[in-house]
C-alpha cells in the first residue's frame, strides 16, 4: 500500500474517491440532520450541491459508525464517502475508531484502487497522527491474511493507495506518523505470522533464527542465542525445568539494538515464548489445546517491536530477550512438588507445571541484571485469570516502578491499545511461599494474575520493571476470527519512541 500526505486543494487531489466526515446538526425546527464540514461544503459546491441533495434525498445518517458510499460527476473523484462522526462537540477516540472501522468496511467491499481521507475537520481534539494511525492500521489489519499453509490464497483487494488531507501546519507530523505507523503495521503483522504458525513449524529453533534474521538485515542490531548447555553454565535451574521435557532444545534468544550513546541504559524487553504449552505433566483439557501455540506471543510482540524498531532506527538503546521453550509431557519433564534452583539463586517449588511462563520468565529477568537496564517490561501470555479480571479488551500491568507504569498505560492511550494496572501489594506475596522452598510457582485460586506478577517481582528487585500480562489480548479464540491480534506491538514501540521524544 502507497501512503502519502497532501496539504494542497482537497479538490485537485486525484483519487477514486474522498472521504468526508458528517456531523449532526439541529434544524430550524430543531431536528437532527446530518451536515457537512467546511471541507465537504466545497466539494459539495464543486459538485453542483450534489452531496447536500444525496444527504436529504437518502437520509444519509451521521451517527457514529455509519458510512455511505455516493457517485459523483468530477474529473479527479468519482465517489464520496460519507462517515458518521455524531454530535461535532462530542467526537473522541472511540467515536474516530467506529468512524474508521465504518470507512474500512465500505472500501474493501468495493473496486477503489485509491482513496483520499479527508478528515482533518473532525475535531480540534483529534490531530492528523491519530486519523493517521487509526486509519492505517485498521485498513491493514482486514488486509492481513495467514494462507502460506492454504492451497488456494487469498485475493488481494485493489485498493493500492491512500492519501491523508492535512494543511500546512500539520504536515511534518503527519509524515512522521506515516512512517511510523507502517514500521508499526509491519511489526504488528510480524507478530501475527509468529503467533499463527503452527507449534510444528514455529518451535524455539525458529525464533532463534528469526531473530538471527532480523540482525543480518538491519543495522545497529546483535544477536546472541544461548544453548541448554550456556543456561546450565549460568544455573538457570528454573528455565531448564520447563524446556528438559521436550525434544525441542530451549533457547535463550537476546537482540541488541544500539541506536542511542555507548554509555545510555538500555530499555530491556522480555517476552515469554512458550512455542507449545500442554501444560507439562499438569496436563490441559483438551479442548482448545490447539491454541496454546499462542503461548509465545509475548516474544513474538517483541520480536515485532524490533522489526519496528529497524524501520524506525531510533536514537535509543534497547535489549530484547525472549525465552523460548517448549513445555510437555515425558518422563524426564517436570513433576508437581519438583525443587529447583533460579539463576537469582532463589528456589522454587514447582506445584503446578503449567505455571511455566514465570518459570522461564524469572531467569530471564535475572539475566537482564548484567545490562544495568533503565527499565525492564516483560510481556506474558501468563495467566487465564487476566482474562477473568479484563476480558479481552484489555491488558494487565503491574510492576515495582510507577514510572514504567505510568508510561505504558499512556502508551496504550495513545496507541488505542489499552492497558489497566493491577495491584501487587504487600498482602499478595505470602500466597507465594513455600514451606519446603523459597518460593512456590502458584498462589492459590484468588488474584492469580497478580500472584504470578509478584512471583517475578521476586526477581526484579534491583531495577525499574514492569509486566504485561497479555492473555486476553494476544490472540482470538475460536471462530472465523480465530488468530492472533499483534497486540501489544502498538504498546511497546509508542512507549519506547515516547522515550527518545522525552
Not at 504458525?197 to 533464527?209: F, I, K, S
Not at 532480523?214 to 545497529?220: G, P, Y
Not at 510481556?379 to 487476566?386: F, P, S, V
Amino acid at each position: 500500500m502507497n501512503y502519502s500526505l497532501q496539504t494542497n486543494n482537497l479538490l485537485d487531489i486525484k483519487s477514486d474517491c474522498i472521504c468526508l466526515p458528517i456531523f449532526n446538526k439541529k434544524d430550524d425546527i430543531q431536528h437532527e440532520v446530518s451536515a457537512l464540514c467546511k471541507l465537504g461544503l466545497k466539494v459539495d459546491e464543486a459538485c453542483d450541491n450534489a452531496l447536500t441533495h444525496a444527504i436529504s434525498r437518502y437520509d444519509i445518517s451521521s451517527e457514529a459508525g455509519k458510512a455511505f458510499m455516493l457517485t459523483v460527476d468530477n474529473q479527479n473523484f468519482s465517489r464520496i464517502l460519507f462517515v458518521g462522526f455524531g454530535d461535532a462537540k462530542n467526537v473522541n477516540t472511540d467515536t474516530l475508531k467506529k468512524a474508521i472501522k465504518a470507512l474500512k468496511s465500505q472500501i474493501l467491499d468495493t473496486n477503489i484502487k485509491s482513496l483520499c481521507i479527508a478528515l482533518d475537520e473532525v475535531s480540534t481534539e483529534i490531530g492528523v497522527t491519530q486519523i493517521i494511525q487509526e486509519s492505517m492500521v485498521t485498513i491493514e489489519s482486514s488486509r492481513y491474511s495467514f494462507d502460506q499453509f492454504k492451497t488456494k490464497k487469498t485475493i488481494a483487494n485493489p485498493l493500492s493507495e491512500i492519501i491523508f488531507h492535512s494543511d500546512d501546519s500539520q504536515q511534518a507530523l503527519g509524515n512522521t506518523a506515516i512512517l511510523q505507523t507502517q514500521a508499526q503495521v509491519k511489526g504488528i503483522n510480524k507478530a501475527k505470522d509468529l503467533g499463527n504458525l503452527p507449534g510444528n513449524v514455529c518451535t524455539p529453533t525458529y525464533l532463534a533464527e528469526q531473530a538471527q534474521l532480523l540482525a543480518v538485515n538491519s543495522e545497529n542490531i546483535s544477536v546472541k542465542i544461548l544453548e541448554e548447555s550456556d543456561m546450565q553454565a549460568l544455573n538457570m535451574g528454573a528455565f531448564l525445568s520447563v524446556s528438559k521435557g521436550s525434544t525441542e532444545p530451549g533457547k535463550l534468544i537476546i537482540l541488541e539494538y544500539k541506536g542511542g550513546e555507548k554509555d545510555e541504559a538500555p530499555h530491556v524487553l522480555v517476552g515469554k515464548g512458550i512455542t507449545f504449552d500442554t501444560g507439562g505433566i499438569s496436563l490441559k483439557p483438551g479442548a482448545s489445546m490447539d491454541e496454546m501455540k499462542y503461548d509465545m506471543c509475548g516474544a513474538a510482540s517483541v520480536l515485532g517491536t524490533m522489526t519496528a524498531i529497524a524501520e524506525l532506527q531510533p536514537k535509543l538503546n534497547v535489549v530484547s530477550i525472549i525465552a523460548s521453550a517448549e513445555n510437555m509431557p515425558a518422563g524426564n519433564a517436570s513433576k508437581p512438588g519438583d525443587i529447583v534452583t533460579s539463576a537469582a539463586g532463589i528456589t522454587i517449588e514447582i506445584l503446578n507445571t503449567d505455571a511455566e511462563g514465570r518459570l522461564v520468565l524469572c531467569d530471564a529477568l535475572t539475566y537482564a541484571e548484567q545490562y544495568k537496564p533503565a527499565s525492564v517490561v516483560d510481556i506474558a501470555t501468563l495467566t487465564g485469570a487476566c482474562i477473568v479480571a479484563l476480558g479481552h479488551c484489555t491488558s494487565a500491568v503491574m510492576g515495582n516502578d510507577d514510572t514504567v507504569i505510568n508510561e505504558l498505560l499512556d502508551a496504550g492511550k495513545q496507541a488505542n491499545d489499552k492497558a489497566w494496572q493491577l495491584p501487587i501489594w504487600d498482602d499478595y506475596q505470602s500466597q507465594i511461599d513455600s514451606p519446603f522452598a523459597d518460593i512456590q510457582n502458584i498462589g492459590g485460586k484468588g488474584a492469580g494474575s497478580i500472584t504470578a506478577a509478584c512471583f517475578l517481582s521476586r526477581f526484579t528487585k534491583d531495577f525499574p520493571w514492569a509486566h504485561l500480562d497479555v492473555a486476553g489480548t494476544a490472540w482470538v479464540s475460536g471462530g472465523k476470527d480465530k488468530g492472533a491480534t499483534g497486540r501489544p506491538v502498538p504498546l511497546l514501540l509508542t512507549y519506547l519512541l515516547n522515550k527518545v521524544a522525552s
